[in-house]
């Protein structure tokens, strides 16, 4: 087991290294980042202090260098736009997107998994074909468009929820939340909604899928032999066998659901991350670009391997092959 | 008695499950209409000259100073929104169908022959497909399309990238399965040269679960191209897809005009919706698992 934890960690470091050298060139090769620092009608003096501030007079190479070495004591430069630390800019927006994320996501779980179950085990009730109707259209409704119904329907028509922003928060530890309030509660509902409606759908038909195999094992023969409840059955048995892929998909997902935040953010202006990288790349704001993408990166990473040991906890027949 | 091809089994029960025949034809009636907009839109309406200003945002059903009725309204500058509709959707399905397809043919290279080759260049290959796969589709088109900038090229440049490795992945399974039977044996102690063995032999056998992904992939497209241009770093607004006259409708939306953005909407749905159930149908019926 720890010559696996090990050999993780070792390809995830491989793995962040390559996604810096490809981020860095990525965002420094296209553009001009002077242009957008100092105003055209500025002396060729100022031009030359800024050019030599912010280091984009080296080469590439060097720049890249000079880049590594700050990311690992922590800093990632100074934001052309904000001018305060990227990372003082990142952590102050990282709370709003988290919170909106996580709240997402286990709506998406802690819901759709049941639905998902029942839909599996009644395959042929109207019911369950009304479910699979709406995971279907949940796959299919791009995620700004329900978003726009979300805003037409509850704020515009209804007026009974806000459209946009965080409401009112509540800080804990120092660190502003929107849930601790019912006013903030109310901002964060349609958003988190939206968020949510994919992962959802996706839930759904994972559980279902799962449920109607799991449903003809000789587990759930014996089971019922036994004499357990249905419920049991399901809540015991056929929930701990579908676990897995739920598991993998539910590590997958939060990450996917930090990227679509993006889209969420926009349309409810919720001041995260998301609004925070469209906004760097509408104004050319490269250290941030650089640093959000670092951070995905790095969280992908961690998610995926946190998936794997996940795995060999959950199925003991993967803990002693591995190991 | 009819003869029986392979084909007309597939045709016959692929219509024997109702949704997916419906779904199939809403598919092939909007990629019609799409196709022959110029004929089938009550105005061209990037001609300038059909622009009345007083037309601008009037509610479904207004009849314009050009004498016709707006069935669906009009947008912000005048425009008859039906056939601003049906011009995005042209724009939309053409990025899609582009995008996709040289995605499709991208990542079948790319997979097929790292199952073919094997060893490191295969492992290599494939690590690096899987780690492009644990990033989501979204995202990397955001960063390609907001590193390129607007532009049409740039746009269906970032949505190869997002897609490709999804055709590999694919093309990789079911390559390497191939790979290891007998006629792909017979065929190299012909011998048959390995482009030959692996364009002729592998590669079309390898095609139905490509087919399905490629469906789904063409509605993942368009969708994700709709969003790129909500969001403003897809098409250039010289190029109105869907996504953007669901942008530029958007902050009428809360001032009540609904229609601008909500219209194109629909349509947009109607279009992602029908693929994937064709593609869902199509996936079943080449899943042996599920025959009974």
């Known amino acids: ?323 | 008695m009819r003869e029986t091809t392979p084909l007309s089994r597939f045709l016959s029960e692929f219509s024997s499950n109702r949704t997916a025949a419906i779904a199939a034809v809403v598919v092939l009636l909007i990629v019609a209409i799409a196709i022959l907009a110029p004929l089938v839109a009550p105005q061209d309406p990037y001609d300038l000259a059909n622009l009345v200003l007083r037309d601008a945002r009037r509610p479904p059903g207004y009849v314009g100073t050009q004498g016709y009725v707006h069935w669906l309204g009009t947008d912000s500058q005048g425009r008859d929104l039906l056939s601003a509709i049906i011009y995005g959707l042209r724009i939309s399905l053409e990025m899609g169908v582009i995008a996709g397809g040289i995605a499709f043919l991208i990542g079948a290279f790319v997979g097929t022959s790292a199952a073919y080759v094997g060893g490191r260049f295969e492992s290599l290959i494939m690590r690096i497909i899987d780690l492009q796969l644990s990033f989501p589709a979204i995202l990397l088109a955001f960063v390609i399309a907001a590193m390129l900038g607007q532009g049409r090229y740039q746009l269906i440049m970032a949505l190869i990238f997002a897609q490709y490795a999804y055709f590999a992945r694919t093309a990789h399974g079911a390559a390497s399965a191939e790979r290891q039977k007998d006629y792909v044996e017979a065929a190299l102690s012909v011998p048959l040269s390995h482009t030959r063995v692996v364009l002729k032999h592998i590669l079309p056998n390898s095609l139905p679960p490509l087919i399905v992904v490629g469906t789904v992939q063409v509605a993942s497209a368009i969708s994700l191209e709709a969003t790129l241009s909500f969001l403003g770093v897809g098409l250039p607004p010289t190029e109105p897809s869907l996504g953007m006259l669901i942008a530029n409708g958007f902050q009428y939306l809360l001032s009540g005009r609904y229609w601008i953005s909500i219209y194109p909407g629909i349509a947009l749905i109607l279009f992602i919706v029908s693929l994937n159930l064709v593609g869902d149908q199509i996936r079943d019926q080449l899943n042996p698992r599920l025959r009974r």
Request: charged share 10%.
């Open chain 1, 1 to 323: 087991m720890l010559v696996f934890v090990l050999q993780r960690l070792w390809q995830a470091i491989v793995v962040i290294l390559a996604m810096s050298v490809l981020v860095f060139c990525g965002v420094y090769a296209v553009g001009n980042p002077i242009d957008v620092l100092i105003s055209p009608d500025a002396t060729q003096d100022i031009r030359a202090a800024v050019i030599a501030q912010y280091g984009l007079d080296l080469p590439l190479w060097q720049q890249y260098l000079g880049f590594l070495g700050r990311l690992i004591q922590g800093d990632f430069g100074h934001s052309f736009v904000y001018n305060m630390p990227v990372s003082d800019l990142i952590l102050s927006r990282l709370p709003a997107t988290l919170e909106l994320t996580l709240t997402a996501v286990m709506f998406a779980s802690l819901v759709g998994i049941p639905i998902g179950i029942y839909a599996g085990y009644r395959p042929h009730s109207p019911v369950s074909r009304a479910i699979m109707a709406v995971s279907i259209l949940g796959f299919s409704v791009p995620t700004f468009w329900f978003g726009l119904m979300l805003i037409m329907l509850f704020a515009v028509q209804c007026g009974c929820m806000p459209a946009g922003g965080r409401g009112e928060t509540l800080d804990l530890f120092g660190v502003p939340f929107s849930f601790l309030t019912l006013d903030g509660m109310q901002h964060l509902l349609l958003p988190a909604l939206n968020l949510a409606l994919f992962k959802f759908s996706l839930m759904i038909r994972l559980a279902r899928a799962g449920t109607r195999e799991v449903m003809l094992s000789d587990t759930v023969k014996f089971a019922r032999a036994a004499g357990l409840s249905e419920f049991t059955v399901l809540s015991r048995h056929v929930l701990r066998l579908i676990s897995i892929p739920l598991v993998t998909v539910f590590g997958l997902e939060l990450g996917s659901t930090l990227a679509f935040a993006v889209v969420t953010e926009t349309i409810f202006s919720w001041p995260g991350l998301g609004k925070l990288i469209i906004d760097s790349i509408t104004s050319l704001d490269r250290p941030v670009m650089v640093a959000y993408l670092m951070l995905v990166a790095l969280l992908f990473i961690v998610i995926n391997l946190v998936v794997d040991l996940a795995y060999a906890l959950l199925d003991p027949r993967l803990r002693k092959g591995r190991a």
